[in-house]
């Protein structure tokens, strides 16, 4: 499967903001959105993805919908045929391989990483996996991974020991994103620099645009 991973967008909050930031985002040219509410009940949760779902589908039918850790909300979305395309595992979730055999071999499974033995670890099952995301780049008040800040130097070693698509993730601004294009990430995941701004759009384009300069240059 080719995802477009150049702009993730990841989301936060759970009301009307979120659905129209994520639809906004997803119609400037996100290529993915992930829907993380860690603190809404399941039931919440499910109401929160179908609907940001649903608004990414209005504004850009290509964008693919994901959502963070829950592959049992992923799964009831995609049977309830909203626009949801997989699910995005981290270390402590279900096992990536049991998250295929949950969701089908046409969803979208992500993995967290962010250092060179855990991108080395994902190894053995990285044919049940579409991508990894790596951080954080920064550190980051949105999630504490108890890993050291990559910076841009970080991640040419992550990218060289990987066979998947590997996606920057930790307080990335737009203009980090030209350095961290040029490492050979495939994309970076956003979360306040787009959630937070007051053009989300306009967020969106430029990133998009300087991947696709480091690309043509």
């Known amino acids: 499967m080719t995802l477009d991973l150049r702009c993730y967008l990841v989301t936060s909050g759970t009301g009307r903001h979120t659905v129209e930031t994520a639809a906004a985002a997803a119609g400037a040219g996100a290529g993915m959105v992930q829907v993380r509410a860690k603190e809404l009940s399941t039931r919440d949760l499910f109401s929160l993805v179908l609907q940001v779902g649903e608004a990414v589908r209005r504004a850009n039918p290509a964008t693919r919908v994901v959502v963070d850790d829950r592959a049992d909300v992923a799964w009831a979305a995609i049977r309830a045929r ?27 499974v992500g993995y967290t990483t962010g250092t060179l033995d855990l991108v080395r670890s994902a190894e053995p099952f990285a044919d049940a996996l579409d991508y ?65 701004s007051d053009d989300p759009a306009a967020v969106v384009r430029q990133v998009v645009q300087s991947f696709d300069e480091v690309r043509v240059s």
């Open 82 to 108: 909203g626009n949801v395309h997989g699910v995005h595992v981290g270390l402590t979730d279900l096992p990536v391989r049991d998250a295929r055999a949950m969701l089908g071999p046409d969803a979208i």
């Open 132 to 196: 990894v995301g790596a951080g954080p780049f920064r550190p980051t008040p949105t999630k504490e991974s108890g890993r050291s800040p990559l910076g841009v130097q970080g991640y040419p070693a992550l990218v060289g020991a990987s066979s998947l698509p590997v996606v920057a993730i930790g307080d990335v601004q737009v203009a980090d994103v030209p350095a961290l294009a040029a490492t050979g990430v495939a994309g970076v995941a956003m979360v306040r620099a787009i959630m937070a």
